[in-house]
């Protein structure tokens, strides 16, 4: 039987590396035959939470038909995030907690989404309902994931399920919670060695809004001057990037993980949606987005019924 690959989205974050080793892990105690794969190298958040629990990074991939026939994809479904050459694949599941957009299947498949803060969350519950024990590390990674997709339930996209998960998982990887997630999100915040073209590509998704296509990359600090110091440079790039890409707007939001607060830096046009959407005022192609952390919830949503109209 051919081994199934399981991968989440491209410039993989925690929960998409963690998702993919915990489905991967629970598929081969049900009875499949499966490989976690990964998009990208993981970040420094996610090496902490690999280091920490001492699991071994998946390999990376960049096609897949050349592996397999069949994949499961966690923490993303659009095709344009996904591996290269997903169309000449079957997918078999997806396991998300985001938007459905570009998405098709020739065939039947187990399609589980859920509007929590995380993947790892609705994976825990697949754990529960297939009677397997989650051991220590995999509870440690998902874990991880959780923290890092809500900042530590921070963000508006945390819920009371993500919470009690955690806090479940917590006791599994025998960790202090709060300790713990302060040492994982200050881990990603360490940027300063980060060459410009690593932090636009940390954690960056492309979405296609109306006629208009849309890079947003968010990076996670506890000082946003360090990167803005860098601006100009940053915008450069972020233009080039839109040249080579086919992207119209790129938008990069600094996010504090200390204030709960957001800047943007924008690339490209148009940029007045970015005014319109968030109701603020574009100064050197910067404004500040207070309260604003989640991209998922409090960003694409925004744009896309600007841009969509």
Do not use: W
């Amino acid at each position: 039987m051919s081994t199934l690959l399981v991968f989440g989205h491209q410039n993989p974050d925690t929960d998409t590396i963690s998702s993919a080793i915990a489905y991967a892990y629970l598929l081969n105690r049900t009875g499949k035959q499966a490989e976690a794969v990964a998009l990208g190298e993981p970040n420094e958040e996610t090496k902490f939470a690999l280091n920490y629990f001492q699991v071994d990074a998946p390999r990376i991939v960049s096609t897949v038909s050349n592996e397999v026939k069949q994949v499961a994809l966690v923490d993303h479904n659009e095709l344009q995030q996904s591996v290269s050459d997903l169309k000449e694949v079957e997918v078999t599941a997806v396991i998300d907690h985001h938007r459905i957009a570009n998405f098709e299947t020739a065939n039947p498949l187990l399609y589980r989404a859920e509007p929590v803060g995380c993947t790892a969350t609705i994976l825990y519950k697949l754990f529960s309902e297939e009677r397997v024990t989650i051991p220590k590390e995999i509870a440690g990674l998902m874990l991880s994931a959780i923290i890092s997709d809500t900042l530590l339930f921070k963000s508006p996209t945390c819920t009371p399920l993500d919470v009690q998960v955690a806090k479940e998982l917590a006791v599994i990887a025998d960790v202090e919670l709060e300790v713990y997630g302060l040492s994982l999100l200050k881990a990603g915040t360490n940027l300063g060695d980060k060459s410009v073209q690593e932090l636009l590509n940390l954690d960056a998704k492309t979405f296609p809004m109306g006629q208009t296509s849309v890079r947003i990359a968010q990076v996670n600090t506890v000082d946003e001057a360090e990167l803005l110091v860098r601006q100009q440079e940053l915008e450069d790039a972020m233009l080039k990037e839109n040249a080579d890409n086919g992207y119209d707007l790129f938008v990069l939001v600094i996010t504090n993980i200390l204030t709960s607060a957001s800047v943007v830096v924008v690339a490209g046009e148009p940029k007045e949606a970015i005014e319109q959407a968030f109701n603020v005022t574009l100064t050197n192609h910067t404004a500040t987005l207070e309260g604003v952390v989640s991209r998922k919830k409090q960003v694409v949503p925004q744009l896309t019924a600007v841009l969509a109209k």
